[in-house]
């Protein structure tokens, strides 16, 4: 049922000119075991504007601006729990781009909790598709009023669902949590348990139990209560069979922004100088570049 919302919603976001799509083309880079999908963008002047806006509009008045508070009407999407809304990304790059973003403004370097997990899975359960967190600034993400985000899968015309799954496949685990031998970068990742005959929720908090392991096992502080901060930028990737962690060093590689998707194989850049510095240097390099270097007991 959430799917034909979101469906609904776009077509008359469209109508209304309240959704403005940023238009792209695409290229495959085959690079250490994985077929990277890099999108090109074509026009990215309408986003620049409405951030040239925003800093304009928090200068003069001395408060930064929250697009979320309150967010469109022509971009709502659903209700989804007590604590969470859905809405659309305005300037979306993957079609039936989805934000769920916190009904009162917290902080997004705050660490996510149990009811961002239930918000999470209530809308990850409707259809196939991977939710991810750009944890913070640093981590790619662009305001700081929190919100997970959740994009349909697959992530690329062709190839698997997400690209970085061939390298998943051969992680190495120690209980629960594991490594991939093909990422060069720190990093932690976990499968999903069975889930039969268990109930949404369950399922919910089972992924964020799982997650404050996740970042234990980097050394990073995991929740004890709402509003704690996060002790380091991270991307986190969810799906239905799988969780990534990734600790983050820095947002660009030169000038290329690289957010949560990056590590799911899927890249973004502005003009073809940037794609041709990926494709000099490699895209699993640019990853590296931007988290933080393997422990050597992950070597």
Same mark, same amino acid.
């Given at each position: ?47 620049? /504007? ?5 800093? %304009?509009?928090?200068?003069? $008045? ?10 469109? %009407? ?8 007590? $604590? ?38 209530? &809308?990850? /359960?409707?259809?196939? &598709? ?36 061939? *390298? ?32 949404? /929720? ?7 139990? +799982? ?9 990073? $502080? ?13 991307? +986190?990737?969810? $799906? ?50 931007? /988290?933080?270097?393997? *422990?050597?007991?992950?070597?």
């Amino acid at each position: 049922m959430l799917w034909q919302q979101v469906v609904r919603v776009t077509e008359q976001a469209l109508c209304s000119g309240a959704l403005l799509p940023v238009l792209t083309e695409h290229e495959f880079i085959e690079d250490a075991g994985v077929r990277f999908f890099v999108r090109i963008l074509s026009g990215l002047h309408r986003k620049d /504007a409405a951030k040239e806006l925003q800093k %304009k509009e928090a200068t003069a $008045t001395g408060r930064a601006v929250n697009p979320f508070l309150p967010y469109e %009407k022509d971009l709502f999407v659903a209700d989804v729990s007590a $604590t969470h809304v859905a809405v659309l990304n305005k300037f979306n790059v993957v079609k039936h781009h989805l934000l769920i973003i916190t009904r009162d403004f917290e902080e997004q370097e705050t660490l996510l909790t149990s009811a961002d997990f239930q918000a999470l899975w209530s &809308c990850m /359960a409707e259809y196939p &598709c991977l939710g991810f967190y750009n944890a913070g600034e640093v981590a790619g993400a662009s305001q700081r009023h929190k919100h997970l985000q959740i994009v349909p899968l697959p992530l690329a015309p062709e190839g698997p669902q997400v690209p970085i799954e061939p *390298l998943l496949a051969e992680a190495e685990f120690k209980g629960v949590l594991g490594t991939a031998p093909g990422f060069p970068f720190l990093h932690v990742f976990a499968q999903a348990g069975p889930r039969a005959s268990k109930t949404d /929720a369950v399922i919910a908090e089972e992924s964020f139990q +799982l997650y404050c392991a996740m970042l234990r096992k980097l050394g990073m $502080t995991s929740p004890d209560k709402n509003g704690q901060r996060q002790s380091g930028p991270y991307a +986190l990737l969810v $799906t239905r069979d799988w969780m990534l962690l990734v600790p983050r060093s820095r947002e660009f590689f030169a000038a290329i922004s690289v957010n949560s998707l990056g590590f799911a194989g899927a890249l973004l850049v502005r003009n073809e100088e940037q794609l041709k510095r990926i494709k000099d240097c490699g895209p699993m390099e640019v990853l590296r570049e931007v /988290a933080l270097p393997l *422990l050597k007991k992950q070597r």
